[in-house]
Protein backbone atom coordinates (compact mmCIF):
# COMPACT_ATOMS: atom_id res chain seq x y z
CA UNK A 1 0.00 0.00 0.00
CA UNK A 2 1.37 3.13 -0.83
CA UNK A 3 2.14 6.18 1.54
CA UNK A 4 -1.01 8.52 0.55
CA UNK A 5 -3.13 5.39 0.54
CA UNK A 6 -2.17 4.44 3.83
CA UNK A 7 -2.82 7.79 5.14
CA UNK A 8 -6.49 8.53 3.37
CA UNK A 9 -6.52 5.25 5.51
CA UNK A 10 -5.19 7.13 8.70
CA UNK A 11 -7.33 10.34 8.72
CA UNK A 12 -10.45 9.15 6.23
CA UNK A 13 -12.03 13.00 7.41
CA UNK A 14 -8.54 14.57 7.50
CA UNK A 15 -6.48 16.03 10.77
CA UNK A 16 -8.07 18.44 13.02
CA UNK A 17 -8.05 21.99 11.77
CA UNK A 18 -9.18 24.79 14.49
CA UNK A 19 -11.46 27.42 12.96
CA UNK A 20 -9.66 30.64 12.95
CA UNK A 21 -12.66 31.98 14.93
CA UNK A 22 -14.93 30.04 16.90
CA UNK A 23 -18.28 31.39 17.60
CA UNK A 24 -21.53 30.86 19.78
CA UNK A 25 -23.45 29.15 17.37
CA UNK A 26 -20.38 26.89 15.98
CA UNK A 27 -19.98 26.04 19.85
CA UNK A 28 -24.00 24.71 19.71
CA UNK A 29 -23.14 22.52 16.81
CA UNK A 30 -20.70 20.71 18.46
CA UNK A 31 -22.25 20.04 21.78
CA UNK A 32 -25.12 18.36 20.05
CA UNK A 33 -22.61 16.44 17.64
CA UNK A 34 -21.17 14.94 21.26
CA UNK A 35 -24.60 14.21 22.39
CA UNK A 36 -25.68 12.67 19.46
CA UNK A 37 -22.18 10.76 19.15
CA UNK A 38 -22.52 7.11 21.26
CA UNK A 39 -26.08 6.52 19.61
CA UNK A 40 -24.16 7.16 15.88
CA UNK A 41 -21.20 5.10 16.89
CA UNK A 42 -23.38 2.37 18.93
CA UNK A 43 -26.03 2.11 15.58
CA UNK A 44 -22.69 1.48 13.22
CA UNK A 45 -21.26 -1.04 15.97
CA UNK A 46 -23.77 -3.22 17.09
CA UNK A 47 -24.65 -5.68 15.09
CA UNK A 48 -20.80 -6.58 13.82
CA UNK A 49 -19.81 -10.06 14.57
CA UNK A 50 -16.73 -10.63 17.32
CA UNK A 51 -14.71 -11.70 14.27
CA UNK A 52 -15.99 -8.36 12.40
CA UNK A 53 -14.80 -6.56 15.53
CA UNK A 54 -11.75 -7.90 15.29
CA UNK A 55 -10.79 -6.61 11.91
CA UNK A 56 -8.06 -3.88 11.83
CA UNK A 57 -9.32 -0.78 10.35
CA UNK A 58 -5.83 -0.44 8.16
CA UNK A 59 -2.76 -2.61 8.03
CA UNK A 60 -1.03 -2.60 11.59
CA UNK A 61 -3.65 -0.77 12.64
CA UNK A 62 -5.99 -1.17 15.98
CA UNK A 63 -9.39 -3.43 15.59
CA UNK A 64 -12.67 -2.12 15.41
CA UNK A 65 -13.07 -3.11 19.36
CA UNK A 66 -10.29 -1.34 20.18
CA UNK A 67 -10.90 1.66 18.32
CA UNK A 68 -14.50 1.48 20.41
CA UNK A 69 -12.72 1.09 23.47
CA UNK A 70 -10.17 3.85 22.51
CA UNK A 71 -13.18 6.42 22.33
CA UNK A 72 -14.43 6.04 24.91
CA UNK A 73 -10.98 5.91 27.49
CA UNK A 74 -9.98 9.39 24.98
CA UNK A 75 -13.54 11.47 26.03
CA UNK A 76 -13.25 10.30 29.65
CA UNK A 77 -9.65 11.71 29.79
CA UNK A 78 -10.70 14.75 27.99
CA UNK A 79 -14.20 15.02 30.44
CA UNK A 80 -11.57 15.22 32.88
CA UNK A 81 -9.23 17.57 31.51
CA UNK A 82 -12.52 20.15 31.06
CA UNK A 83 -12.86 19.60 34.65
CA UNK A 84 -9.07 20.26 35.57
CA UNK A 85 -9.46 23.39 32.78
CA UNK A 86 -12.25 25.00 34.95
CA UNK A 87 -11.04 24.72 38.48
CA UNK A 88 -7.68 25.04 37.73
CA UNK A 89 -5.18 27.85 36.40
CA UNK A 90 -4.22 26.56 32.95
CA UNK A 91 -3.37 23.30 33.83
CA UNK A 92 -0.51 21.04 32.50
CA UNK A 93 -2.88 17.74 31.56
CA UNK A 94 -1.59 14.65 32.04
CA UNK A 95 -1.24 12.56 28.81
CA UNK A 96 -1.98 8.76 28.40
CA UNK A 97 -0.25 6.43 26.38
CA UNK A 98 -2.75 5.75 24.02
CA UNK A 99 -0.83 3.06 22.13
CA UNK A 100 -0.23 1.45 25.58
CA UNK A 101 -3.47 1.58 26.47
CA UNK A 102 -4.94 -0.05 23.24
CA UNK A 103 -2.87 -3.14 24.26
CA UNK A 104 -4.74 -3.64 27.63
CA UNK A 105 -6.44 -6.75 27.95
CA UNK A 106 -9.92 -5.23 28.51
CA UNK A 107 -9.06 -2.91 25.25
CA UNK A 108 -8.16 -6.08 23.24
CA UNK A 109 -11.06 -8.62 24.64
CA UNK A 110 -13.52 -6.76 26.11
CA UNK A 111 -16.84 -6.79 24.78
CA UNK A 112 -17.71 -3.34 23.31
CA UNK A 113 -21.27 -2.82 24.93
CA UNK A 114 -19.01 -2.02 28.24
CA UNK A 115 -17.44 1.15 26.35
CA UNK A 116 -20.66 1.98 24.67
CA UNK A 117 -22.46 2.11 27.84
CA UNK A 118 -19.41 4.28 29.33
CA UNK A 119 -19.30 6.67 26.34
CA UNK A 120 -23.12 7.31 26.80
CA UNK A 121 -22.68 8.43 30.46
CA UNK A 122 -19.55 10.33 29.68
CA UNK A 123 -21.09 12.08 26.75
CA UNK A 124 -24.35 12.74 28.87
CA UNK A 125 -22.10 14.47 31.60
CA UNK A 126 -20.13 16.12 29.36
CA UNK A 127 -22.80 17.94 27.13
CA UNK A 128 -25.19 18.71 30.65
CA UNK A 129 -21.42 20.30 31.65
CA UNK A 130 -20.85 22.13 28.90
CA UNK A 131 -24.51 23.49 28.50
CA UNK A 132 -24.09 25.22 31.72
CA UNK A 133 -20.92 27.28 31.32
CA UNK A 134 -20.61 30.80 30.09
CA UNK A 135 -18.95 32.50 27.26
CA UNK A 136 -15.89 33.16 29.45
CA UNK A 137 -16.01 29.72 30.89
CA UNK A 138 -15.56 28.57 27.34
CA UNK A 139 -12.03 30.35 27.21
CA UNK A 140 -10.62 28.96 29.75
CA UNK A 141 -7.46 26.83 28.92
CA UNK A 142 -4.76 23.75 29.71
CA UNK A 143 -1.59 23.29 28.40
CA UNK A 144 -0.68 19.98 26.72
CA UNK A 145 2.80 18.96 27.34
CA UNK A 146 3.15 16.81 24.44
CA UNK A 147 3.43 20.71 22.43
CA UNK A 148 3.24 22.93 24.85
CA UNK A 149 0.22 24.87 23.33
CA UNK A 150 -2.45 26.01 24.72
CA UNK A 151 -6.10 25.03 23.93
CA UNK A 152 -8.90 26.64 25.08
CA UNK A 153 -12.38 24.22 26.11
CA UNK A 154 -14.49 25.62 23.22
CA UNK A 155 -11.78 24.25 20.78
CA UNK A 156 -11.18 20.86 22.40
CA UNK A 157 -15.18 20.73 22.18
CA UNK A 158 -13.92 20.92 18.41
CA UNK A 159 -11.63 18.62 18.45
CA UNK A 160 -13.40 15.96 20.71
CA UNK A 161 -15.73 16.43 17.65
CA UNK A 162 -13.23 15.73 15.48
CA UNK A 163 -12.01 12.63 17.38
CA UNK A 164 -15.24 10.91 17.26
CA UNK A 165 -15.98 11.25 13.86
CA UNK A 166 -12.34 9.94 13.06
CA UNK A 167 -12.70 7.14 14.42
CA UNK A 168 -16.66 6.39 13.55
CA UNK A 169 -14.77 6.87 9.55
CA UNK A 170 -12.49 4.36 10.64
CA UNK A 171 -15.11 1.89 11.05
CA UNK A 172 -17.82 2.82 8.97
CA UNK A 173 -14.94 2.72 6.12
CA UNK A 174 -13.65 -0.73 7.46
CA UNK A 175 -17.49 -2.16 6.75
CA UNK A 176 -17.91 -0.75 3.77
CA UNK A 177 -14.81 -2.32 2.17
CA UNK A 178 -15.79 -5.27 3.42
CA UNK A 179 -19.44 -4.88 2.32
CA UNK A 180 -20.71 -5.58 6.04
CA UNK A 181 -22.93 -2.41 5.48
Request: charge should be negative; hydrophobic fraction near 35%.
Amino acid sequence: MDAKALEKLRYPIGKFSKPEEIIGEQVNSWIQELDAFPDKLSQLVNSLSEGQLDTPYRPDGWTIRQVVHHVSDSHHNSYTRFKWALTEKEPVIKPYDEKGWAELHDTMYAPIAMSLDHLRIVHAKLVYLLRGLKAHELERTFIHPDDNNKSSLKENIGRYVWHGNHHYAHIEETCKRNKWL
